[in-house]
């Protein structure tokens, strides 16, 4: 019912910066909390930043300060600009928003594909 697209993963240099974009599309009556989460290999799904429908953000300590995370409510759409970026923001970066879908009884939540970010020299 809803679908969640993810865009904007890449290799990049250490110090560099990357973008990345997760739009919903579907049966949408409204979006809640969207968020970034990350995956590296070998460990947990982690946190990364939240976003709430009033624009309140939330970001783990290891990326305080240089990643900030937006949302456009107009084009059900989050972002994730990540500045500075070290070795250790390798990972698989998953964007989930939570809905509620046209006819739903309540709100769901819902993944993204996930996009690959790798940061290397």
């Known amino acids: 019912q809803v679908q969640l697209v993810e865009s904007g993963g890449g290799l990049v240099q250490p110090g560099g910066s990357l973008r990345l974009s997760c739009a919903a599309s579907?049966?949408?009556?409204?979006?809640?909390?969207m968020g970034w989460y990350r995956q590296a290999p070998g460990k947990q799904r982690e946190l990364v930043a939240t976003?709430?429908?009033?624009?309140?953000?939330n970001y783990a300590d290891s990326v305080k300060g240089r990643f900030t995370i937006s949302r456009d409510n107009a084009k059900n759409t989050v972002y994730l600009q990540m500045n500075s970026l070290k070795p250790e923001d390798t990972a698989v970066y998953y964007c989930?928003?939570?809905?509620?879908?046209?006819?739903?009884?309540?709100?769901?939540?819902?993944w993204g594909q996930g996009t690959q970010v790798t940061v290397s020299s």
């Open positions: 579907g049966r949408i009556f409204r979006i809640y909390d």
């Open positions: 976003i709430t429908s009033g624009s309140s953000t």
């Open positions: 989930k928003f939570r809905v509620w879908v046209v006819g739903g009884l309540r709100e769901l939540d819902y």
